[in-house]
């Protein structure tokens, strides 16, 4: 199953038997139709918090719904230290995770790494796992943009200062010890908040 984020509302994309205990609009896609025209409406009325699409091919359904759009992979980190505090963004009045485009030819675990040590300034991480991914969407120059970011748990053992990357809109980077991320998890993004609920 995909779950795709319209800021905080959602479209999932899966099997029949995935939809069976969703209460919202289920919509079965046939191949060759075109979506479009519904995440467009879905995207414009904000009545609903969410949409079930599904199909028989789940595959083919999610390349069909990502060519509706212009489609972006980015990649980040939830990087622990030794004290297990989590490592956290503050960037456009909303807490986030270190995380930016994948760039041409580059691995993305490679993306995640070097993306973490630009907007942080820590070097010598280790990738531990790789978590979900995370979907969402957003417009940008007149065009509706589709962002898979891949996530990974890393850990840090350095002790090196955090330095926010200012350029990028980075207005702090801050350790967050467990008792501190309440006030993290009431000012950030839906789908951020499925990366910091995973174990």
Same mark, same amino acid.
């Given at each position: 199953?995909?779950? %795709?984020?319209?800021?905080? +509302?959602?479209?999932? &994309?899966?099997?029949?038997?995935?939809? %069976?205990?969703?209460?919202?609009? %289920?919509?079965?896609? /046939?191949?060759?139709?075109? &979506?479009?025209?519904?995440?467009?409406?879905?995207? !414009?009325?904000?009545?609903?918090?969410?949409?079930?699409? /599904?199909?028989?091919?789940? !595959?083919?359904?999610?390349?069909?719904?990502?060519?509706?759009?212009?489609?972006? @992979?980015?990649?980040?980190?939830?990087?622990?230290?030794?004290?297990?505090?989590?490592?956290?963004?503050? +960037?456009? @009045?909303?807490?986030?995770?270190?995380?930016?485009? %994948?760039?041409?030819? *580059?691995?993305? +675990?490679? #993306?995640?790494? $070097? !993306?973490?040590?630009?907007?942080?300034?820590?070097?010598?991480?280790?990738?531990?796992?790789? &978590?979900?991914?995370?979907?969402?969407?957003?417009?940008?120059?007149?065009?509706?943009?589709?962002? $898979?970011?891949?996530?990974?748990?890393?850990?840090?053992?350095?002790? *090196?200062? &955090? /330095?926010?990357?200012? !350029?990028?809109?980075?207005?702090? =980077?801050?350790?967050?010890?467990?008792?501190?991320?309440? @006030?993290?998890?009431?000012?950030?993004? #839906?789908?951020?908040?499925?990366?910091?609920? *995973? =174990?």
């Amino acid at each position: 199953m995909y779950k %795709v984020f319209f800021k905080d +509302r959602i479209i999932f &994309l899966g099997d029949k038997s995935e939809s %069976v205990n969703f209460e919202g609009m %289920v919509y079965a896609w /046939v191949e060759n139709e075109s &979506l479009e025209g519904l995440i467009l409406q879905f995207a !414009e009325d904000e009545s609903k918090d969410a949409i079930f699409i /599904v199909a028989e091919d789940l !595959e083919q359904l999610y390349d069909h719904f990502a060519s509706c759009f212009k489609y972006i @992979e980015a990649a980040g980190g939830k990087v622990f230290n030794f004290k297990q505090q989590i490592l956290a963004i503050y +960037r456009l @009045e909303k807490w986030d995770l270190p995380k930016g485009k %994948v760039e041409k030819g *580059e691995l993305v +675990r490679e #993306a995640a790494v $070097r !993306e973490v040590e630009e907007e942080c300034g820590i070097t010598d991480l280790k990738i531990e796992k790789e &978590l979900n991914s995370t979907y969402h969407t957003y417009w940008m120059k007149g065009k509706h943009i589709l962002k $898979r970011t891949y996530w990974y748990k890393m850990s840090y053992l350095g002790s *090196e200062n &955090l /330095v926010p990357q200012t !350029e990028e809109d980075i207005q702090e =980077a801050k350790w967050l010890s467990p008792d501190q991320l309440d @006030e993290f998890k009431a000012n950030t993004y #839906a789908s951020i908040l499925e990366v910091m609920n *995973e =174990a």
